[in-house]
């Protein structure tokens, strides 16, 4: 066994098997997950699950009980104590049942730990929310409820001093290091920088206005505690879309401003191609669903936001929208080793689509 002191922190259960990456090879992993979570397991119980580009998620669906499990992502997310301490603050200081939508955090295992570390992996199980997960809203009205569910959540948590907050993944949206990154990989690139790759580049080089701008609004801006990662499929829909059953994809629940979490909605919400297109010539801002999210912001946020955070939101859109270029293009040149891709040239294919949906926020 390798190495495996660096993988121990309190309050996390271990075993320790050899399993295969693929798969089914390693359904092997499946007793030891019912184990730990008092439930049988079968092969046929268990499937992949969902588009998250950075954990692997499966559906477990014992018939009756449905849930979710993730083997975890150590390599993105190397501080999973910290995740599990802002989940703490979550239970103990936000009164869930006054949030009119669930909150699925990880269900302890019986050793009583949000995380179980079985030979090296982490795994968690979450309970299954009934519902729709979708990449793309069709209606300015399911822009208004996703708006208002993100900011409800803000809300619910505007009491926690958010220094109290542990960052699960060091300045995730700082946009300054960011760009540093993007530098660092330009020069350290084994790809050849030409052409249309080069003209890509040349394009996020250009961001310098919105970086001496992130750093404007860092002085005025009060921190909260952000969900930091509100792309619209990290929230489940009513089957009818009547109204939001969940807001998911916790890990990132950190200190942050009102401005990331509606700036990742403009992002992912009023883009008339999801972030995956390449229908290069369709990649509009959509008004009304912008106009949606603006207006789900402000009324939740109403009397509680700060003058400043309001004024700040639409530079959310671009900003949050200039970040996922730069980490896109950035992990290309690095040779795709962060996000799940699907083929060699999608990252850089994702650094393409945000910067026609960038070009599109920026004339508004
Ligand atoms: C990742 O895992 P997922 O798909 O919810 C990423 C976000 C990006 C998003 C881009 C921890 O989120 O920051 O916005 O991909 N999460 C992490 O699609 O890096
Ligand atoms: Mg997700």
């Not at 239970?91 to 019986?110: C, G, H, S, V």
């Not at 009205?141 to 948590?157: E, N, P, R, S, T």
């Not at 946009?175 to 350290?188: C, D």
């Not at 996000?339 to 508004?364: C, G, P, S, V, W």
Request: include cysteine; hydrophobic fraction near 40%; proline fraction near 3%.
């Amino acid at each position: 066994m390798k190495n495996l002191d660096k993988f121990h922190f309190p309050g996390i259960c271990y075993i320790y098997r050899n399993f295969e990456q693929d798969f089914m090879q390693q359904i092997s992993w499946l007793a030891d997950i019912g184990h730990l979570y008092g439930m049988e397991i079968k092969q046929d119980q268990i499937r992949p699950f969902g588009d998250g580009h950075i954990h692997q998620t499966y559906l477990v669906d014992l018939g009756e009980e449905k849930f979710i499990l993730q083997r975890f992502n150590y390599q993105v997310f190397q501080y999973p104590e910290r995740i599990s301490h802002n989940h703490g603050i979550l239970i103990r200081e936000i009164d869930q049942a006054k949030l009119p939508f669930l909150l699925p955090l990880p269900i302890p295992n019986k050793q009583g730990d949000l995380f179980s570390l079985i030979d090296g992996n982490y795994f968690r199980l979450a309970p299954f929310v009934k519902g729709k997960c979708v990449n793309e809203v069709t209606s300015p009205h399911q822009a208004y409820l996703a708006a208002k569910a993100f900011a409800a959540f803000i809300v619910a948590g505007i009491h926690i001093q958010a220094s109290k907050l542990q960052e699960s993944i060091p300045s995730f949206h700082d946009l300054q290091l960011r760009y540093q990154q993007l530098l660092q990989a330009i020069n350290t690139t084994k790809r050849k920088v030409g052409g249309e790759l080069k003209d890509l580049v040349d394009f996020y080089l250009d961001q310098q206005d919105l970086v001496e701008e992130y750093l404007l609004w860092k002085k005025k801006l009060p921190l909260r505690m952000t969900h930091s990662d509100t792309k619209i499929n990290n929230l489940i829909y009513a089957d009818d879309f009547s109204k939001v059953n969940a807001v998911i994809d916790l890990d990132t629940i950190m200190a942050g401003y009102v401005y990331y979490d509606f700036g990742d909605l403009v992002r992912t919400v009023a883009c008339t191609e999801g972030e995956s297109s390449q229908n290069w010539k369709n990649i509009h801002v959509d008004k009304a669903k912008y106009a949606a999210l603006l207006q789900g912001f402000q009324e939740v946020g109403e009397g509680i936001f700060t003058t400043e955070e309001i004024q700040s939101l639409p530079y959310g859109g671009q900003m949050m929208t200039c970040i996922m270029g730069f980490r896109f293009l950035t992990d290309y040149l690095n040779g795709n080793i962060y996000y799940t891709i699907h083929y060699e040239e999608q990252n850089f294919h994702r650094a393409k689509n945000q910067m026609f949906l960038l070009k599109a926020l920026q004339d508004m």
